[in-house]
């Protein structure tokens, strides 16, 4: 059964979302029917609405759509979890009944249509299959540049990212199951999916303008999540300090040179040497300190995340294992 109509659940996370709601519904109960006619999913599939403590009415238009709508059914959290809190929750629930799961945003900002392909290319065997934007012309120039300038940082902090991929992607069973096995406090999707490795592929397609309500992503919680992002995956920053420390300490013996020949070949005001061999030197101790702290900092920051150090894609032993015993009578 499987492969060949598997059970699709498609997450939504929503946090005051009343306004778009049945818009959604509309739009993904279409996909979802011309993909169980087509006989490329079981159509026991499901759309799994995560509420993310909303404000206004979403829980309860969500209620009334579980009653009157084949498909939809909901979550509700239990106080407001952020984006990425509620699509974990989403997530794990889904991966208990599902054979693959595309999650998506409630605001239909994503092409739905382009659903259709992630089940093809997960027919053909792909484990992930990422959601791309070819074009942002309906994002402002704002959002876009500043997205290129974190895409473009998180890869020099040697974070791997898919450019211009947002949490709009398929994943099976299995690579959800390795998911799970992330259990880290400050969880950043984007850059945990591409670590699951797997076989994996993009699907390109355009991102339209907010079907009604305004964006839960205003500048300050764009920083944050950047920030969240950067220190969650990276301890390129505490390197850093290192380095300024050690070109501190390079510095300091520079002056300590310079220092001592002034002291020795010409006029000094009494106490100049000894003041400026303290701040350079000293300065620069500290700062190497403080990096060579922070080094360490950085493996316990590690070590808590407890995230799986391997993932098995095959298992030659475990599948051969029938022929063994059989080759052994
Ligand atoms: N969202 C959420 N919890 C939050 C903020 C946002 O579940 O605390 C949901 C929101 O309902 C939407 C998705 O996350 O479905 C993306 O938010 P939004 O469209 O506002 O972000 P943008 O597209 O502007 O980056
Ligand atoms: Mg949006």
């Not at 208990?96 to 739905?112: G, K, R």
């Not at 013996?253 to 061999?277: N, R």
Request: one cysteine or more.
């Amino acid at each position: 059964m499987s492969k060949n109509s598997p059970l699709l659940t498609i997450v939504v996370p929503c946090y005051n979302e009343e306004a778009v709601l049945g818009e959604t519904t509309k739009e993904l109960t279409r996909v979802m029917n011309r993909l169980v006619t087509d006989e490329k999913i079981s159509d026991a599939s499901i759309i799994l609405y995560v509420d993310d403590g909303s404000a206004d009415r979403t829980w309860d238009i969500i209620e009334e759509q579980i009653a009157s709508h084949k498909y939809v059914e909901g979550l509700k959290l239990s106080r407001n979890f952020g984006h990425q809190g509620a699509l974990i929750a989403g997530l794990e629930t889904a991966r208990q009944f599902s054979d693959c799961v595309v999650s998506i945003d409630a605001d239909l900002q994503d092409d739905v249509d382009v659903i259709y392909e992630f089940i093809e290319k997960y027919q053909q065997g792909y484990e992930i299959v990422y959601g791309v934007r070819d074009k942002r012309d309906t994002d402002t120039a704002f959002k876009r540049n500043t997205a290129l300038g974190f895409y473009r940082l998180m890869g020099k902090l040697g974070i791997k990212l898919v450019p211009n991929h947002a949490d709009y992607r398929l994943m099976s069973k299995r690579a959800l199951d390795e998911f799970v096995k992330y259990q880290e406090e400050n969880v950043f999707i984007r850059g945990i999916v591409p670590l699951l490795g797997f076989k994996a592929t993009n699907v390109y397609y355009n991102r339209k303008e907010r079907f009604a309500g305004e964006s839960k992503y205003p500048l300050k919680k764009m920083l944050a999540f950047a920030w969240e992002g950067i220190t969650s995956f990276s301890i390129v920053p505490i390197r850093f300090v290192s380095a300024l420390g050690f070109f501190m300490v390079l510095i300091g013996i520079g002056i300590a040179i310079y220092t001592l020949f002034a002291k020795l070949f010409s006029e000094t005001v009494s106490g100049w040497t000894s003041l400026m061999l303290s701040i350079w030197m000293v300065g620069g101790i500290q700062l190497l300190a403080l990096g060579i702290i922070g080094e360490y900092i950085g493996k316990i920051f590690r070590e808590t995340k407890k995230r799986p150090r391997y993932t098995i894609e095959k298992n030659s032993y475990v599948e051969n294992q029938e022929r063994h015993l059989m080759n052994s009578k």
